[in-house]
């Protein structure tokens, strides 16, 4: 039996495919003797990366299923970070990991370029179907979005900006030279010096934005058919540079400016902070006396933000360099966990001591380095469990879920699957299956809405497509972009 110290000596090499084929090929296997056939090297599977992705759109589902019940769940109003806030940076941080892996085996840097063009292409499309506004489901029997009002930004387009600009930058960067050279922690650094060099440069420009431009007064009309207010237009006054609350920041007013007032996110988080509702954190009617911004739409997936948003993703693209360049287990996790370790107190400094707050909605330097930082972390601890010590079939489910992430994504996390199920209803579309499901096997029987809908999402939701992805696996069926 191999001890704790070869167990964390024996190496791994590369993963192939960044969604689906994550393997790692020993590099201290014998070479051929004279005389014998030469055969391709048996890979292994680095099974981690497709469990902490399973686990990140497992929490996507939680997010979205439990989320307004259980606030603590859902995303913070405004400054903070809830879990829901780590689901975004994890995501980003997955991608950017596997770009390095994903482009090693393509040498030709017009083929990698055009590959990389593609999917993105592929993010862009699903996204605006997705969450532009054409698909109401899974609350709503139809479909259709109004063109003056369609969404532009969401989840998968934020995925699409930052794998495009960092995949490029990989590209651009890589030199194949040294792809198959070991290295240590500091000359690794200095071997991809210009994409750390392009981070502090996007920093930069990010800083500039937020602090340096002026934020005018400006307007709204109220299109929440629900809202009292429907149709009425109100006036937000601000006059003001460097604000970082909710109504006068520059990540707003850009995207008002670029997208249009009308074509961004009419339910931010921000709807459930003290200054809007009496019932904060949780989501209820609006205070007598809550400012006009409470009604106004933001987006959280905009541009400034989304350009913060790509310094997740070189990160995650280091920790996928040193899965190439380091063949100890060892060497990699002191690299992962000390950088994971100092992203995190960096962050929370900087959030205690109120220079820089955890926020989300407007994707903050603090918030990228707690969110990283975490994700650096909870990686390592699926690494160090899985593929070291081998206990992969506890995280089978998540691993399935994993390697079908966008499937999954679509069917449940987006309510695809569950707005087909409400197609099918008794008397009144109120009356649907899935309220019938979670009223009478889940609230009933616990006697508590809160508890009950948190068991259908854990058991009826990702349970349940954790095991459809298992089979879907055992079928060798998976969607791919």
Request: with cysteine.
């Amino acid at each position: 039996m191999a001890s704790g110290q070869d167990l964390l000596r024996r190496p791994y090499a590369d993963e192939e495919d960044p969604a689906i084929r994550h393997r790692a090929i020993p590099d201290d296997a014998a070479p051929p003797t004279s005389g014998e056939k030469t055969r391709p090297a048996r890979s292994k599977r680095v099974a981690s990366l497709d469990v902490f992705r399973g686990l990140t759109v497992a929490l996507m589902i939680l997010v979205d299923g439990a989320g307004g019940e259980w606030p603590v769940i859902g995303h913070a109003p405004w400054n903070g970070c809830n879990l829901a806030d780590f689901v975004m940076p994890f995501f980003l941080f997955i991608v950017g990991m596997a770009i390095p892996l994903s482009l090693k085996r393509i040498p030709s840097r017009a083929r990698a370029l055009r590959r990389v063009m593609v999917r993105t292409l592929k993010l862009l499309f699903w996204g605006i179907i997705l969450q532009g506004g054409y698909s109401h489901a899974p609350d709503k029997l139809t479909y259709g979005v109004d063109m003056k009002q369609i969404r532009w930004c969401g989840i998968l387009q934020r995925i699409a900006l930052a794998y495009m600009v960092v995949a490029v930058l990989e590209i651009l960067t890589k030199d194949t030279k040294f792809e198959d050279q070991s290295t240590t922690s500091c000359s690794l650094f200095k071997l991809y010096c210009w994409q750390w060099l392009f981070g502090a440069c996007v920093l930069a420009i990010y800083f500039a934005v937020i602090y340096g431009t002026y934020v005018p007064d400006w307007e709204f009309t109220v299109h929440d058919s629900d809202s009292q207010d429907y149709g009425k237009g109100f006036k937000v006054i601000c006059g003001t540079r460097g604000s970082l609350d909710p109504p006068c920041n520059a990540v707003g007013y850009v995207d008002r400016q670029v997208l249009g007032i009308n074509h961004m996110y009419r339910g931010p988080a921000w709807k459930r902070s003290k200054a809007c509702t009496y019932g904060s954190p949780h989501a209820g009617p609006l205070r007598n006396d809550a400012p006009a911004w409470c009604q106004s739409p933001f987006e959280p997936e905009g541009i400034v933000s989304s350009i913060s948003a790509i310094l997740s993703t070189i990160i995650g693209v280091h920790f996928g360099h040193v899965l190439v360049h380091m063949k100890s287990h060892l060497n990699r996790l002191k690299q992962w966990i000390s950088i994971g370790i100092s992203l995190l107190v960096f962050g929370i400094i900087l959030h205690f001591t109120h220079a820089i707050p955890l926020n989300k909605q407007l994707y903050s330097f603090s918030y990228v380095c707690v969110t990283a930082g975490a994700a650096a972390i909870v990686f390592s601890i699926f690494y160090f469990l899985v593929d070291i010590l081998g206990l992969r079939n506890l995280f089978r489910p998540l691993e399935w879920i994993g390697m079908n992430a966008m499937l999954v994504f679509v069917m449940a996390a987006e309510g695809i699957f569950e707005g087909f199920l409400n197609g099918w209803y008794y008397e009144s579309t109120n009356n649907t299956l899935v309220y019938w499901i979670q009223k009478h096997i889940f609230i009933q029987v616990w006697h508590s809405r809160r508890v009950g809908i948190l068991l259908y999402v854990v058991f009826a939701q990702i349970l349940f497509w954790g095991l459809v992805a298992g089979i879907l696996h055992r079928l060798g069926i998976y969607w791919k972009l």
